[in-house]
């Protein structure tokens, strides 16, 4: 029965990981009008799903480090109260965070669940050592990195694009503006209204050609491409963190488990990305499919990188990082957004901590 328990937990959190980050990999896609709502949410859903899935091949390091093993004594986490308590935790911080459309760290998430709950089972005996180490330092700078090489890359593209002569061509493309007349006498004329629309309300195309496919065709294909690549990296980096929990049922082979674990990620992500998909898609800065392309391509880069070192960082946190370099060279960030954003993030550890520490207490008071 606390077998049940326990994997339940897990997949709620594997839910609440989905809702909150699945849809970060295609933000780009949406927030450049480069493809619907819909079918960004199906993207990363098919892509998050084979990440997740076959993370198995690179899950051996994330997973022990996600167990907590180093973290706290091994004789408190091989505990049924310890693991409920954490995943519990865990899931309810960033279930919260995707009601209010904040899109914060699962990994930020775990980690504060595993302090709340270590805090309550050892005191200070904690290792905080190995918590800064192992955890926080890759968490604190993955996001100024991120930020940085975005703002070279694009820097660097955009000054190809100049170099080369590629221009821009922008059409019409919704009404902003009815002009009418003021003149009685002019009615007939005003029957056909003119439109017109500024230039944030276009759609931009790169003319030219690119080793022989039209350069916008290519854009267009990288940025698909790059969004695949963020899904399936995040999934990749994910899962394992939230199958560390399972260690505790000695499971044999953990590939049945992540697969249920990939497929509580894609249902969560389906039914409850909206809020997150406004706020990263649309609120942080306004995007073209070049710059949005830029962003992808380092945040997927990075996320790849990390899961193939066994680093924690989180997806979350590149993301946000990349798609702000581009709005630090265009110079349109949205500063209150941001603000907001960074609040969250700082303080997703102490509800965490909160959130574990009480549900542990509570478990250790029913003996549970």
Known sequence: MIAVIIFTVVLFLSYSNGAN?????????????????????????????????????????????FSGKGLIAEDIIN?????????LAAAATVLLASRIGMPVSTTHALIGSLVGAGLIAVGMQLHFQQLGKSFLLPLLLSPLIAALFSFLFYSFLHRIRLQTGIEKEI????????????????????????????????????SGKLIGIPLQSFVRNAHFFSAATVCFARGLNDAPKIAGLLLLLHLGDM???LLAIAIAMVVGGLLHSKKIAETMSKKITPLNEGQAFSANFITGGMVVAASFFGLPVS???????????????????????????LLSWLLTLPVAIIFSALFYFLLSFFNI
């Not at 709005?327 to 907001?340: C, P």
């Open 21 to 65: 980050d699945n849809f970060k990999g295609v933000a780009t896609l949406y927030g450049s009008n480069t493809a619907t709502y819909r079918f960004s949410l199906q993207w990363t859903s098919v892509f998050t799903f084979l990440g997740a899935a076959l993370s198995v091949i690179l899950a051996t390091t994330l997973i022990k480090k």
């Open 79 to 87: 505990t049924h109260r310890f693991v409920i308590a954490v995943a």
């Open 171 to 206: 059409c019409f493309c919704k009404p902003v503006t009815v002009v009418q007349t003021l003149n009685p006498q002019m009615q007939l004329l005003a029957a056909a209204p003119v439109v017109m629309a500024d230039g944030e309300m276009c759609k931009e195309k790169y």
């Open 255 to 257: 590939r049945l488990a």
């Open 315 to 341: 997806t979350t946190h590149v993301s946000v990082g990349s798609i702000f370099g581009i709005g630090l060279k265009t110079g349109k960030t949205n500063n209150k957004v941001i603000s907001q954003i």
